[in-house]
C-alpha cells in the first residue's frame, strides 16, 4: 500500500488524473513495509524454514483444545436476539465469576466488590479502549501511556482523535513506574491514564504503592484510570491482584477478554469492569451504555457460551503456564554462560527482552538473525523500547522452535 501526501484518491480513466473521494487524515499513516518485514514475507513466500519467536496466538502454538469447544455455540438460545447494551446477564455473571475466582486465590490484597450492572461485554479490548476513549475525551484530549507498550494503541488514538502522551518505565533490576515523571507529562488536556498489568512486552505488575499513587493522582486531578489486564492471569511471580479488587478514589475502567484468559482470541469476546466513586461511576455507565448501544457489536451465540469458556479455561491457562516456564527456563539456562547476553527480569506476560552490547541495534540484530539463521524475532524499537540493543522474544512457541531459536540467538549474539 502506498500512502500519497494528500487525502484525496487519484486514479487513472482513459489516461486522464481524477478526483476520488476526500480521505480522512486520522487514516494517513505510513504503512509501507520495513526492510525486515519485507524480507519475512519473501522467505515465507519461498517456504523457508523460519523460527518464529514472535508467535504469540495460542491457537497457533499446539496447544491441546478440548474437542466439545464448538458446542456451547448450538445452544438454541442463540437463535434469540435482545439488544442488550451492557451485554447479556449470563455473559456478565461469568465474569463477575472469573474476577471471584481471582479474590479467593492466595494473594495480598483486599476484597473484591463488583456486580454485573458495573460491566460491559465487548467484542475485542480494542473496542472497549475506543469506547472508553470516546467516552472520555473530545478531539485533541490527551491519554497517558506507558513507554515500551504494544504499538496497538497509536492506531486507536488515531481513530478516536485522541492524542496519545508516553510516561517513562525505567529498568533497575526490575521495571518501575515513576510517578514524577508522569505527573509531569499531566496537562489541562489530559483525560486518563492507561495502565497495563502486567505491561506487555516488559512483563511487569503495577505494584500495591505504585497503584496508590497512580489512583491517588487520577482522584485528585479529575482523571480516568485505565487498566488493561489481559495478562493477568499468566504470573511468573505468584498470583497477583486484579485492580477490580479494593478502594476506588478515582473512577477506574478494568478491561480484558477471552484472547488471553482463555486462549481463544478468534471468539472475539472482552469486557470492561467500571469501578469508582458511586456517582461518578453511574454516569460513566449511563454514558457507556449509549455508546455500546449504538454498536451492539457482540454476538449473542458468543455470550451464551461465555460462562462455558471461562468455566473451563484451567486447563489451557495450566497448558499455557507450563510452556512459558519450560521456555523460559530454557533462555535462563542458554544465556547462563554468555556474559554480553542479558535477558531483562519479567514477572508475567508472554514475553522476554533480551539486551546486548549496542555495538548494533536492535533493528539490525533482527534483520541479520532472520537472514542468517531462519529467526525471527522483534527488535525492540517495535514496542518503543529506546535503547539500542533490545530484541523481544515470545514465550510461547512450541518448545523445540523455541529452542532452535534461542541457540540461534546465543550464537549470532554472543
Not at 519475512?40 to 504469540?56: H, I, K, P, Q, V
Not at 556474559?339 to 508475567?348: N, Y
Request: proline share 6%; glycine share 8%; hydrophobic share 40%.
Amino acid at each position: 500500500m502506498v500512502n500519497h501526501p494528500w487525502n484525496t484518491l487519484l486514479i487513472m480513466r482513459e489516461g486522464r488524473r481524477i478526483g476520488g473521494p476526500h480521505f480522512s487524515t486520522r487514516t494517513s499513516w505510513d504503512t509501507s513495509e520495513t526492510d525486515w518485514s519485507r524480507k519475512l514475507s519473501e522467505m515465507r513466500r519461498e517456504g523457508r524454514t523460519l523460527y518464529d519467536l514472535t508467535l504469540a496466538n495460542p491457537t497457533e502454538s499446539q496447544f491441546d483444545y478440548p474437542g466439545h469447544l464448538l458446542a456451547p455455540l448450538q445452544d438454541e438460545a442463540g437463535m434469540h436476539y435482545s439488544a442488550e447494551p451492557r451485554g447479556l446477564l449470563a455473559a456478565r455473571e461469568a465474569v463477575c465469576r472469573y474476577y471471584r475466582d481471582h479474590r479467593d486465590a492466595p494473594q495480598d490484597g483486599p476484597e473484591l466488590g463488583l456486580h454485573p450492572d458495573r460491566i460491559f461485554i465487548t467484542s475485542s479490548t480494542s473496542e472497549a479502549y475506543s469506547f472508553l476513549f470516546r467516552l472520555l475525551c473530545d478531539p485533541g484530549d490527551e491519554v497517558l501511556i506507558a513507554q515500551p507498550s504494544y504499538p496497538l494503541f497509536d492506531f486507536l488514538a488515531d481513530l478516536d482523535d485522541v492524542r496519545l502522551v508516553p510516561y517513562p518505565l525505567f529498568y533497575d533490576y526490575g521495571w518501575h513506574l515513576d510517578i514524577h515523571a508522569l505527573r509531569q507529562r499531566i496537562s489541562p488536556r489530559t483525560r486518563a491514564v492507561v495502565v497495563v498489568h502486567p505491561n506487555n512486552p516488559t512483563g511487569h505488575f503495577t505494584s500495591a504503592q505504585d497503584r496508590l499513587a497512580l489512583e491517588q493522582t487520577c482522584a485528585e486531578l479529575g482523571l480516568a484510570l485505565i487498566v488493561d489486564e489481559v495478562f493477568l492471569d499468566y504470573s511468573q511471580v505468584g498470583a497477583q491482584a486484579s485492580f477490580t479488587a479494593g478502594e476506588h478514589p478515582a473512577l477506574t475502567f478494568v478491561m480484558s477478554g477471552l484472547s488471553k484468559v482463555a486462549g481463544l482470541p478468534q471468539m472475539k469476546l472482552s469486557w470492561i469492569c467500571i469501578q469508582g466513586p458511586g456517582l461518578l461511576r453511574e454516569a460513566a455507565a449511563a454514558r457507556l451504555e449509549v455508546i455500546a448501544d449504538t454498536f451492539l457489536s457482540v454476538s449473542t451465540p458468543m455470550q451464551h457460551a461465555m460462562a462455558s469458556w471461562l468455566g473451563e479455561r484451567g486447563d489451557l491457562q495450566r497448558q499455557i503456564a507450563d510452556r512459558l516456564k519450560e521456555n523460559l527456563g530454557f533462555l535462563d539456562e542458554a544465556l547462563t554462560p554468555v556474559s554480553t547476553l542479558k535477558r531483562l527480569a519479567i514477572e508475567g506476560g508472554w514475553y522476554a527482552i533480551l539486551r546486548f552490547p549496542s555495538v548494533r541495534t536492535g533493528e539490525e540484530a533482527a534483520m541479520e538473525l532472520l537472514v542468517n539463521y531462519g529467526v525471527v524475532v522483534h527488535a525492540g524499537g517495535f514496542f518503543g523500547l529506546e535503547t539500542g540493543g533490545m530484541l523481544v522474544l515470545s514465550l510461547l512457541p512450541p518448545v523445540d522452535s523455541f529452542r532452535r531459536g534461542v541457540a540461534s540467538i546465543v550464537a549470532a549474539l554472543a
